[in-house]
């Protein structure tokens, strides 16, 4: 965007290391998460077959 942003504080190596270790662990963490939604899904849809994506399509009634 064409704006310097002003400096808060120096850059300090060994608090780059912890923060991007804690940034690659919540990743890790939230990958996790997906894959684990993406498997749910597979089991309602594959081995329930409870129509659950059917009961959370846009626009669907729940007095259906």
Do not use: N, Y
């Not at 993406?38 to 399509?57: C, E, P, S, T």
Request: proline content about 3%; charged content about 20%.
């Amino acid at each position: 965007f064409g704006v310097a942003l002003p400096r808060l504080f120096e850059p300090q190596a060994d608090l780059k290391s912890t923060f991007a270790e804690i940034h690659e662990s919540v990743a890790f963490v939230f990958a996790g998460l997906v894959a684990l939604h993406l498997l749910a899904v597979v089991w309602h849809v594959v081995v329930k077959r409870d129509g659950l994506l059917q009961r959370m399509k846009w626009g669907s009634r729940a007095d259906h």
